[in-house]
């Protein structure tokens, strides 16, 4: 599940990272998940097996476990329901049928510890995100709150800007800005504390929240993929302690060997050993079934 758009007889509107988007009909998106993955904002060559598997059946039990907080815009992750011309057999596992839905033009990040740009911020000027915390913070230190920390949406290729909530209110309006924090915020207590329960630390989340319109109703929701280790930093309970960074449950071996090699982190990336992938692997199905207590086998696609 890499390469080209897959053809499923469906007008195809847009190509991310990692997925494909089709336009499925009757304001309806389908969503496929590959196995492509990137790194420095750049898409590898070889994909990480079984990734867009744990992509979509994590999103998926993230949707349901958060929708006492915000709808969403999930119809269904089963073959059967997507358009018949997409029923195809190695697409189990990796679609989701959704509503479609005007996307906020900001990204909906909530942080509990220091750490990534927040923490490389805070060392030069004491702020995250343009806001000031308390002084004598360190690496990967627990926050004394979850704050919500949005950013920009950048263009393919551009990186996202960090900016403060005033500017968020500037994007998308007060009211609507204010709904998306609290609503950010909610999710976030709740799935921190799943997963602490599950023997991990969710040190910070994007979520992506839109906007679905019926008639004179106009509802706000939950959209794209949600607490996955490609939106999210996990770390083990045991392997955190404030001053270090623990290695985080994603692609972090991927990263880790980039770096090793001085790329430039322009295209093309180099090549991937088959240890990298395979250790990264393991990582994205570890997480899915520890923290969300589900075999991989037993998702779709097997």
């Given at each position: ?5 897959v ?9 991310g ?40 059946a994590?999103?998926?039990h ?25 029923r195809?057999?190695?697409l ?26 927040a ?17 004598g ?9 979850p ?29 609507l ?34 906007v ?16 996955t ?18 290695q985080g ?11 090793s ?31 969300c207590?589900?075999?991989?086998e ?5």
């Open positions: 599940m890499s390469g080209d758009p053809d499923v007889g469906l007008p195809h509107v847009h190509r990272k990692v997925r494909d988007l089709y336009d499925a009909g009757d304001d309806r998106i389908l969503m496929v998940a590959s196995d492509r993955l990137s790194a420095f904002d750049v898409v590898m060559a070889e994909p990480v097996p079984d990734k867009g598997r744990v992509l979509t994590m999103s998926a993230w949707f349901e476990e958060l929708r006492p907080v915000v709808g969403n815009h999930l119809i269904s992750t089963d073959l059967a329901d997507v358009p018949e011309s997409a195809l057999p190695e189990a596992g990796r679609v989701m049928l959704c509503r479609r839905a005007e996307m906020l033009p900001i990204e909906c990040i909530v942080r509990a510890f220091l750490t990534g740009s923490w490389k911020e805070y060392r030069e000027s004491g702020t995250i995100h343009g806001t000031t915390v308390p002084s913070l360190v690496e990967a230190e627990r926050l004394p709150e704050i919500f920390t949005p950013s920009t949406k950048a263009a393919v290729g551009d990186h996202d800007e960090n900016i403060n909530f005033d500017r968020a209110v500037d994007l998308v309006g007060g009211a800005a204010d709904r998306a924090r609290s609503v950010s915020l909610a999710m976030f207590e709740r799935a921190a504390a799943r997963a602490e329960a599950a023997g991990f630390l969710l040190a910070d989340t994007k979520f992506e929240l839109g679905v319109r019926d008639g004179d109703s106009v509802e706000l929701v939950l959209a794209d993929e949600v607490l280790p490609d939106s999210s930093r996990y770390w083990l309970v045991g392997d955190w302690r404030p001053g270090h960074t623990p449950f994603d692609k972090q071996p991927v990263r880790d060997f980039l770096e090699l001085g790329w430039d982190k322009t295209p093309p990336p180099p090549a991937l050993p088959d240890e990298v992938i395979a250790a990264t692997r393991d990582r994205y199905v570890a997480v899915y079934e520890q923290v207590g589900r075999s991989l037993d998702w779709p696609g097997a």
